[in-house]
């Protein structure tokens, strides 16, 4: 079951709606995304998707349902113009590309929103990797997101992240697994299933 | 019962999810409202221990789901499960929990002093809401002995035993009662201390539609104290 991100700093929100654009890639970062922009609904947010690629796994078409019937809105098409996604939204979620990523982010679409995404002026919430960045060494040029969320642990080019904030969502990992990769995972607070790592700055 | 098996149904085939998922959901809220209530810093007991008491449908599978998401919190917990169900969602949850160190008792306590002595917490996660007519063995020697516990017990959705529209006046009385969704009629009879709203999943259209007339839950919690 994926994690869903609830610490999502957004306490003041610039834009009257409080409206978010989750980009969702082919894969499982996509569905992700799509099980994130489910649970922002819940929470009062006004998620909308741009999920132009549609994975055939089953489970991810049930997300998609899910979203539907939920009433967020898939968008037919990324606007180029990017002070309308400026404009529209107070920021936007990236679950474009995961840690799976090797040759996709060439392809289309995700190319062209990665374009897009470098762009845009509002701030960016990248799901476990920055999308387009290489896992290890990260990337110069690619976009800048300002807050992560690491999925399970920080993968390597997490180091490279130069946001605002950096959270890890991995309380779910049972023990053994923890210990088995000496992932040494900080203390989560309370009940809380994602935790903030000390900012870069 | 009718209108929660309704909702139920319409979850699973109008709106696609899995039972998995809102199964996690519900046993993550009913862990987080137990870790509220009861944080394992304020047990009597030398280390914070649980029983968690599972059933043989649903609502054992909550109860497998919140041990395992008390085990992360800092509790210890043990699970009995006697009845076990042969599909792998319920596997799936057994496993999830012994590969995280939580025991599996071979049979279930013989004396409530027992219990009392062992444990801070009991957990019922044995009967929920589809419960209808007699309760079988070895379920009624279970809730006669729980009957007579005094550590609290913390009742997932419904307490077991209980008719799910009338309640049961000489049944469990819990000190905490989850509902998960939206409360369901027997609620009316808990004379408990804690009522916790759990399982933050369902959709704004279906709440308006069977005019449940939740309350908002506070920021991102996934779980409501309503009393």
Redesign the interface.
Known sequence: ?PVSP???PLPSLPRKQPTVLVVCGPAQNGAIGLVCARHL???DYEPTIFYPKRSPDP?Y??FT??CE???IPFLSYLPTEVQLINDAYNAVVDAVLGAEAEAAEGREPCAAILSTLKLIRIPIVSLDVPSGWDVEAGSSGGISPDVLVSLSAPKQCARRFLGRQHFVAG??L???VQKKFELNPPEYP??ECVVALRALR | QDEAQAIDQELFS?????V??LM?LAGLSC??AI??VYPPGSFTTSRPAVLVVCGPGNNGGDGLVCARHLK??GYEPTVYYPKRPSKPLFEGLTT?CQ???IPFLPEFPAEPALIDELYGLVVDAIFGFSFKGAVREPFGSILSTLGHVTVPIASIDIPSGWDVEKGKADGLQPDMLISLTAPKKAALHFEGRFHFLGG??V???LQEKYALNLPPYP??ECVLQLT
């Open positions: 079951i609830q610490a999502f609904r819940i929470f489970l078409q049930d349902t899910q019937k939920m009433d309380r779910f049972p023990y053994d309370g009940t | 109008e709106y696609k999810f899995s998995d998922q996690e862990a987080t870790a509220k992360l919190f999830q590969k995280m160190d933050r999943f959709p704004p259209a920021g991102t």
